[in-house]
């Protein structure tokens, strides 16, 4: 028996838009005409997911949109071979898009269809330092607060060995200070850059500062020695952007390793679009660990995830990639008809009230810019003897 319906809310097309600076944007378009967005930004990995969705569009075109669940359940278990980042960011891609079809269809925000919010606005962080932190934090942190921002994360370190001199150490400790001095509070991003004897050392000598969390202190290929961190230190510990799916998760909340899980909703380190990232916040909940959803990437993604934020009662904070370092041929708000819905203000974005994600997507923009795009390519960085460093 087949649930696939021949109808006029079919999937009728999906488009792929590769847009600068280095997004995914996923059309999905009904037979009677009504387009959702969905994006499956993989940095990186963008032809292997461009590749992903192209099996996806053969094997989904007249099903029906209406079959959300049904279909990301044929998209993630009826291969045999499930899970991983680019399956999951290609199967995001296509749910978000479906989420904003039904609401779009029904005149609803997908925070309704959800079960409505809990909250009326999502608090949000904005980025400073870029990947290299330095000497222009503060003023990148003043900005930030003058766009009305109260939170900030910034890079722990840049490129750095196995081991590191306690001096280089302390300067982060300073650094993270001297931005709260400006009122704001400040989250600090590992990146899983540092291993475990330099990693415990920096999340010690950060207790005195408290900032707002640590975000992979180490690999996620480590749940134990991250167990082994948060045991040691007070500081929640913040992880999930390079988990794949809900089983990924399951140690890290068994063990005790997290208190704030970070599911990425385009690809949803869950990768699984808002279907999964709302599975992962209940989840979380049982272990009483809050979300504060991943999220450096294009617009569409941040709308999904604000739609979630809404209705978790475990959400905490919303990243989102307004003015991020990498960002330079666009920006968050370029391809938006109306960059308002998302703006910042209090520290928080209102809850959108349009239907499906709330967003109108320049349409005519994003086939322009698609155009000629060349996939982005992630960094990667050598020591001083020449060994590969984490980015």
């Known amino acids: 028996m087949s649930l696939q319906r021949d109808t006029k809310n079919s999937i009728k097309g999906i488009e792929v838009f590769r847009v600068p600076h280095r997004w995914l944007f996923v059309r999905v378009e009904t037979i009677d005409g009504i387009v959702g967005w969905g994006e499956a930004t993989l940095e990186g990995h963008t032809e292997a997911v461009e590749g992903a969705l192209a099996a996806l569009r053969d094997q989904f075109l007249g099903w029906d949109a209406d079959g ?7 998209a993630y278990r009826g291969g045999f071979y499930r899970g991983g980042p680019v399956l999951m960011s290609a199967l995001s891609g296509l749910d978000i898009a479906l989420w904003d079809i039904k609401g779009k269809k029904l005149g609803t925000p997908i925070w309704q269809l959800l079960g409505g919010k809990v909250r009326d606005r999502v608090r949000v962080y904005g980025w400073i330092g870029g990947d290299r932190p330095g000497s222009t934090i503060l003023v990148e942190a003043a900005k930030r607060r003058q766009q009305g921002f109260t939170a900030v994360k910034m890079n722990a370190t840049e490129s750095i060995g196995w081991l590191d001199s306690r001096g280089s150490l302390d300067k982060i ?49 480590q749940p134990e020695e991250i167990a082994d961190l948060a045991r040691q230190v007070s500081i929640p510990i913040a992880l999930g952007e390079r988990l794949y799916t809900r089983s990924d998760f399951r140690p890290y909340f068994e063990k005790r390793a997290v208190d704030i899980a970070q599911p990425d909703v385009r690809s949803c380190p869950t990768r699984g679009g808002i279907s999964e990232l709302r599975r992962i916040a209940s989840f979380a909940e049982i272990y009483d660990v809050a979300i504060a959803p991943h999220c450096p990437i294009g617009p569409i993604a941040l709308a999904a995830c604000i739609q979630v934020a809404l209705n978790a009662p475990n959400f905490v904070i919303q990243e989102m990639s307004w003015e991020i370092h990498y960002n330079e041929r666009a920006d968050l708000y370029t391809y938006l008809a109306d960059a308002s819905v998302l703006s910042v203000k209090d520290g928080h974005i209102i809850a959108p009230v349009g239907p499906g994600l709330g967003i109108t997507i320049n349409e005519q923009l994003v086939k322009e810019a698609a155009a000629d795009c060349k996939p982005w390519a992630t960094l990667t960085w050598r020591g001083p003897d020449g060994t590969l460093r984490e980015w």
């Open 173 to 221: 400790a300073f650094a993270v200070a001297s931005v709260q001095g400006l009122g704001l509070d400040v989250g600090v991003d590992f990146h899983g850059r540092l291993h475990k004897p330099t990693a415990k050392q920096l999340a010690k000598l950060l207790e005195h500062v408290r900032p707002m969390f640590i975000e992979e202190p180490l690999l996620p290929t």
């Open 68 to 74: 959300i669940e049904d279909i990301w359940q044929h």
